[in-house]
């Protein structure tokens, strides 16, 4: 099987840290986010990924040639020459995806984060005979999005109702789809939206069904749903594998802590943190809702919450951090400093408190 990933283009909702690395691979929960998908598709028979992307391909491609090799799967590139939109890139990888077996092939959007229930999506899809399955998952305010509404008994998509006034129904698109190649008859190769073009066409031919995904799901695209989506990712892990999430007297909750990152004494650690590898967290620290990415020192007594810190960054002794701070990589930030929702750009060293969220160029 193969699988198509919408990576588009330059990630500017989760700025500063895409000005160091395309969006899909900054870290999420200490590994690259693309890389939770790629695994994923591995574990279900998937042999061939295609990243369909319009920037920086060449810097995907050298970063996960290593993962190629390791996870025995191909990995290519689909490059946009211009924006194709969430259709477009299919046509565009037409040649890639189909190779005359008839299977079907998964197509995801990068910034989706989820437990991935890949083999029931694949018996799903060929049970019900339809030409695509996308996934749905059901949110407290679909005012804000496109609803799917559907028959509750055989999944058959009745149609899509883009923001609605009145409720019709509480399931969205949740961006990973399972389709048959017959559907790339239904495309052209010009700037196209699946949602709001392919999908319909589908539906009014009662071809297209939806199944509700299990467990957590969360578009981690910007900040604010990064550290959402990390303590659904940590809770998801508690239930399946708690194994891997630390322990002791120093951490509170769940809390995600990289081999060979060093803790200091007398630390207070959780809940909803992810440690990266090589990060130093000296003693009396206090860390709380937020990622700590590879390389990261932080200085004795400082306290971060609801933030991130980017990668081979410092925070200073006595330092304060919290409410949604992003440091870009390579940030340094001076003893006794405080950061309320500063945003700040890579390289930068910050010697004077930030007392309310701004961008720091």
């Given at each position: ?6 990576v ?7 700025r ?6 395309p ?14 998908q ?7 028979g998937?042999t061939?990924?295609i ?6 391909p ?17 990995i ?5 020459t ?20 008839g299977?079907?092939?998964f197509?995801?959007n990068s910034?989706?984060i989820?437990?991935?229930p ?12 339809g ?7 059901k949110v ?5 999005y ?17 923001k609605?006034k ?5 399931k969205?698109?949740a961006g990973i789809?399972?389709l ?6 239904h495309?052209?190769?010009r700037?196209t939206?699946?949602e ?11 071809k ?6 299990p467990g ?11 550290i ?6 940590l ?10 999430l ?40 206090r ?10 020192r932080i ?11 980017g990668?081979?960054?410092?925070v ?15 940030v ?8 309320n929702?500063?945003v ?9 408190s ?6 720091v160029?």
């Amino acid at each position: 099987m193969k699988a198509l990933i919408l990576v588009g283009g330059f990630g500017t909702r989760l700025r500063p840290l895409t000005l160091s690395f395309p969006k899909p691979l900054v870290d999420f929960a200490n590994k690259p986010m693309i890389l939770h998908q790629i695994e994923a598709l591995k574990d279900v028979g998937v042999t061939e990924v295609i990243l369909a992307i319009n920037y920086r391909p060449e810097v995907m491609i050298n970063f996960l040639k290593d993962f190629e090799d390791k996870l025995g799967i191909k990995i290519t590139c689909s490059q946009e020459t211009e924006p194709l939109g969430t259709a477009g890139p299919l046509a565009l990888a037409r040649d890639k995806l189909v190779d005359g077996s008839g299977e079907p092939f998964f197509v995801l959007n990068s910034d989706v984060i989820s437990e991935y229930p890949f083999a029931e999506l694949i018996q799903f899809h060929k049970s019900h005979g339809g030409e695509a399955t996308i996934m749905v998952t059901k949110v407290d305010e679909p005012s804000k999005y496109g609803v799917v509404v559907m028959d509750e008994e055989t999944g058959r998509v009745d149609r899509f109702v883009e923001k609605p006034k009145i409720f019709v129904g509480n399931k969205i698109n949740a961006g990973i789809y399972l389709l048959n190649p017959s559907v790339l008859d239904h495309i052209e190769l010009r700037p196209t939206s699946i949602e709001k073009e392919v999908f319909p066409k589908i539906s009014a031919g009662q071809k297209l069904y939806a199944m509700v995904l299990p467990g957590f799901w969360m578009d981690v695209g910007q900040p604010k749903d990064y550290i959402t989506g990390l303590r659904l990712y940590l809770d998801s892990l508690r239930k399946k594998a708690p194994s891997r999430l630390a322990a002791g007297p120093h951490i509170v909750g769940n809390v995600l802590v990289h081999e060979n990152a060093v803790i200091g004494e007398g630390c207070l650690i959780g809940p909803d943190v992810a440690i990266g590898p090589g990060c130093v967290i000296e003693s009396g620290v206090r860390l709380s809702r937020c990622t700590v990415m590879r390389g990261v020192r932080i200085k004795k007594h400082s306290c971060v919450s609801s933030s991130i810190i980017g990668w081979h960054s410092t925070v200073g002794q006595w330092a304060r951090i919290e409410n949604m701070t992003i440091l870009g990589e390579d940030v340094h930030v001076s003893d006794e400093v405080y950061s309320n929702g500063g945003v700040v750009l890579p390289h930068k060293e910050i010697k004077s408190s930030i007392l309310k969220p701004e961008i720091v160029m």
